[in-house]
């Protein structure tokens, strides 16, 4: 019998403990506000769709292979995380920035970054491996459990991620205040999660 408990639990517990999605959401939200990083929001939750129905798709003829993409995803994934961290410590006070433009600046906000971190971010695509195979798979291989499975995943990955928008939108005066620790600490969250993909 599907357990829907243990499916809402994994799902919860997956989505709203910190990560690469959460700390960029709570960065976003110190630095631009609540409204302006809803599009990054969108990005990660429609990214983290589009791996589980990969990991639908998929998952009959992928399992068996999963060692090698994790060889291929980790160390990638574990790249542009650090690539993340390194935005967010050489982050500049807004008035430095005016009138300057970088050429290789990525927007934090947009959808599409929101999208890219969810297809080299491993444990995105372990999650989805492991939600299906293990709370799917063995109780209901319907089109309509999948369809209610990818809906209910939408509005927890958005849930979770809004919330730790919101947490850095309503501290953002004291995260201005102490920018510069906080950078600090929030690069080297994201260096932490970069590492402990290869403990």
Same mark, same amino acid.
């Given at each position: 019998?599907?357990?829907?408990?243990?499916?809402?639990?994994?799902?919860?517990?997956?989505?709203?403990?910190?990560?690469?999605?959460?700390?960029?959401?709570?960065?976003?939200?110190?630095?631009? *506000?609540?409204?302006?990083?809803?599009?990054?929001?969108? !990005?990660?939750?429609? +990214?983290? #769709? @589009? &791996?589980?129905?990969?990991?639908?798709?998929?998952?009959?003829?992928?399992?068996?292979?999963?060692?090698?993409?994790?060889?291929?995803?980790?160390?990638?994934?574990?790249?542009?995380?650090?690539?993340?961290?390194?935005?967010?410590?050489?982050?500049?006070?807004?008035?430095?920035?005016?009138?300057?433009?970088?050429?290789?600046?990525?927007?934090?906000?947009?959808?599409?970054? *929101?999208?890219?971190?969810?297809?080299?971010?491993?444990? !995105?695509?372990?999650? +989805?491996? #492991? @939600? &299906?195979?293990?709370?799917?798979?063995?109780?209901?291989?319907?089109?309509?459990?999948?369809?209610?499975?990818?809906?209910?995943?939408?509005?927890?990955?958005?849930?979770?991620?809004?919330?730790?928008?919101?947490?850095?939108?309503?501290?953002?005066?004291?995260?201005?205040?102490?920018?510069?620790?906080?950078?600090?600490?929030?690069?080297?969250?994201?260096?932490?999660?970069?590492?402990?993909?290869?403990?």
């Amino acid at each position: 019998m599907f357990n829907w408990f243990a499916f809402i639990s994994y799902m919860f517990v997956s989505c709203i403990t910190p990560g690469p999605n959460n700390l960029m959401c709570m960065a976003n939200g110190t630095k631009y *506000g609540f409204k302006k990083s809803l599009r990054f929001c969108f !990005g990660v939750t429609t +990214g983290f #769709t @589009l &791996i589980l129905l990969i990991a639908i798709a998929c998952n009959y003829f992928i399992y068996n292979y999963i060692p090698i993409i994790i060889r291929v995803m980790t160390p990638l994934g574990a790249l542009y995380i650090l690539w993340l961290a390194w935005i967010i410590w050489r982050d500049k006070p807004k008035p430095k920035k005016e009138g300057k433009k970088e050429k290789l600046h990525l927007d934090t906000t947009s959808i599409h970054a *929101g999208m890219i971190l969810q297809f080299v971010n491993p444990k !995105g695509l372990l999650y +989805g491996m #492991t @939600l &299906i195979t293990n709370f799917v798979f063995p109780y209901d291989r319907s089109f309509g459990m999948f369809v209610i499975v990818l809906i209910a995943n939408w509005f927890m990955v958005l849930f979770s991620n809004v919330c730790w928008v919101l947490f850095g939108s309503i501290f953002q005066k004291f995260f201005e205040d102490y920018k510069k620790v906080l950078n600090a600490v929030m690069a080297l969250l994201l260096v932490y999660c970069a590492v402990s993909l290869f403990l």
